[in-house]
C-alpha cells in the first residue's frame, strides 16, 4: 500500500492546478451570474488534453491512468464546479462510454473529435418522470427497416443544449423490461431532435442543463451503441465512472472550502484577534480537513483498483456518497466562517455551497448509493 503519489502524478496535478487558478477560476463568477457555458475555458483547455483525459492516445486523449483522472477533476473542481460537470460528462460519460462500448468505426469518428472539444457530447439517461428507477424509461426505439424511430424526453441532461452528439438510452422492447433498453449515439442534426435549456437553477449556473425532445428521430442501425437489450447494462457501467468523477470534484469542492476558509480566518480579527484564534472555528476548519483528506483517500482508492481493471462499483459508491456529503458540510462550515460576507458572492464560498448540492443528487442520488452499498453488504436488493 502506497499513499504517495508518482512524479508523473505530482506533474500533472500541478499542471491542473496552475491551469485552473490561471485560465478557470478567474471567469467563475461572472460565468455563475450571468449563466455562461464555459466555451472559452473548453477552447483553452483543449490543446493541454484535459478533454480526453483518460482516453487512450490512439483514439485522441492523453491516456493518463485513473489516479491522473481524478487529480485533473479534482483541480477542476476546486475553482469550477460547473466546468467540472462539463468535464465529466465529456469525459467519464460520453468518451468512456463509447471507448468501452462502441464499434472500431464508431471511436474512430467521435472519440478524436470530442478530446479536443470540436464536439461535445451528453449522456441522456433521466426522463421527466423517470430519474433513479432507470429501468423504467419511457423514451422507446421502434425498429424501422435496417434503422430506428425514436420518440420520448429526456431532462436534467448535462451538455444538453451545446452538445453535437448524444448517447441516449431507449426501450427497444417493452416485453422485456430492463433487458429491452438500448443505447444510441445521436448526431445532432438529425430531424425531430431538439432541447430546451434549463433556467433558474440554485447552483451549477454556467454548466448546461437541457431538456432533449426526441420526435421521430430516424436513425441508421449503424447508431446503436453496443447490443440491442444492452443499454441498462451500459448506463449503469457508464455512470460508474461518472460517480468517481463526481466524488473527485466534490473532493475539489471541499478543499476549496478549506483553503477559503484558513485564507479568510486567519485575517478576519474578532474580540481581539484572528477568528482562527477562536477554538469553535478552528474546529470547523478541522473537521473540514479530516472529511476532505478521508474523500481523497476514498476516492484514490477507488482509482487504484480501476487501473488494476479491479471491480469497483461498491468503492466507488463510498467515495462517491462520502465526498459529496462533506463538501456540502464544507461548504457549510466555509460559510460559517465568513460570517455575512459568506453569504454573498463577494466570496466563493456561496458558490460553492449552492454547486454542492447537486453533488448529491446527480448519477445516482445519496439514497441510491447507501442501497447499492448495503446490497454488497446483505445480498438483498433494497432498492427496488
Ligand atoms: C444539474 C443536474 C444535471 C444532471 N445531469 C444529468 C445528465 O447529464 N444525464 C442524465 O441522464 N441525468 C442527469 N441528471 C439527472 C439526475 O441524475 C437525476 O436527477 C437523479 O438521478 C435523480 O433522479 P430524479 O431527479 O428523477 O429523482 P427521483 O428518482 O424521482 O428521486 C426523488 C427522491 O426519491 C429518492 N428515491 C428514489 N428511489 C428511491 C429508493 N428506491 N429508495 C430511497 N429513496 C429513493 C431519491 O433519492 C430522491 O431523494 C442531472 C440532474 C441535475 C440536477
Not at 445532432?188 to 420526435?215: P, V
Not at 486567519?266 to 477562536?278: E, L
Request: net charge negative; glycine share 10%.
Amino acid at each position: 500500500m502506497d499513499f504517495d503519489l508518482t512524479p508523473e502524478h505530482q506533474a500533472i496535478r500541478t499542471l491542473a492546478r496552475d491551469f485552473a487558478d490561471r485560465e478557470i477560476a478567474p471567469g467563475a463568477r461572472e460565468r455563475d451570474r450571468s449563466e455562461t457555458f464555459p466555451a472559452d475555458v473548453l477552447r483553452k483547455m483543449a490543446p493541454i488534453g484535459f478533454l480526453g483525459g483518460p482516453v487512450p492516445e490512439e483514439y485522441g486523449g492523453m491516456g493518463v491512468d485513473m489516479i491522473s483522472h481524478s487529480l485533473i477533476t479534482e483541480e477542476i473542481g476546486r475553482v469550477d464546479s460547473s466546468v467540472r460537470t462539463t468535464l465529466s460528462v465529456q469525459i467519464s460519460l460520453v468518451e468512456m462510454t463509447i471507448l468501452r462500448f462502441g464499434t472500431e468505426a464508431q471511436k474512430r469518428t467521435y472519440l478524436p473529435a470530442l478530446c479536443t472539444g470540436e464536439i461535445i457530447g451528453c449522456f441522456g439517461l433521466t426522463e421527466p418522470e423517470v430519474g433513479s428507477d432507470a429501468t423504467k424509461l419511457r423514451t422507446t426505439a421502434k425498429p424501422d427497416g435496417d434503422g430506428w424511430v425514436l420518440n420520448g424526453r429526456k431532462m436534467w441532461i448535462s451538455n444538453g443544449s451545446v452538445s453535437k452528439l448524444a448517447l441516449v438510452f431507449a426501450q427497444a422492447d417493452p416485453s422485456k423490461g430492463h433487458q429491452g433498453i438500448t443505447a444510441f449515439v445521436l448526431e445532432r442534426e438529425r430531424d425531430g431532435y431538439g432541447s430546451q435549456a434549463i433556467h433558474g437553477k440554485l447552483g451549477l449556473r454556467s454548466s448546461d442543463s437541457s431538456e432533449l425532445i426526441l420526435e421521430n428521430v430516424r436513425v441508421p442501425d449503424s447508431a446503436r451503441l453496443g447490443e440491442i437489450g444492452e443499454g441498462f447494462k451500459i448506463a449503469m457501467t457508464s455512470l460508474d465512472g461518472g460517480r468517481y468523477s463526481v466524488a473527485a470534484g466534490a473532493v475539489g469542492v471541499a478543499q476549496a472550502c478549506i483553503d477559503a476558509s484558513v485564507a479568510y480566518s486567519t485575517q478576519r480579527q474578532a474580540f481581539g484577534k484572528p477568528i482562527a484564534g477562536h477554538q469553535l472555528v478552528a474546529e470547523l476548519i478541522a473537521d473540514m480537513i479530516v472529511e476532505t483528506e478521508a474523500a481523497r483517500l476514498l476516492v484514490w482508492r477507488a482509482g487504484q483498483l480501476k487501473d488494476r481493471g479491479a471491480p469497483s462499483t461498491r468503492e466507488t459508491s463510498i467515495a462517491k456518497l462520502y465526498a459529496s456529503e462533506a463538501a456540502q458540510r464544507a461548504a457549510d462550515g466555509a460559510i460559517q466562517i465568513h460570517g455575512g460576507y459568506g453569504f454573498s458572492d463577494e466570496f466563493p464560498v456561496e458558490r460553492y455551497w449552492r454547486d454542492a448540492r447537486v453533488n448529491r443528487l446527480y448519477e445516482g442520488t445519496t439514497q441510491i448509493q447507501k442501497l447499492i452499498i448495503a446490497r454488497f453488504a446483505t445480498g438483498i436488493d433494497a432498492i427496488g
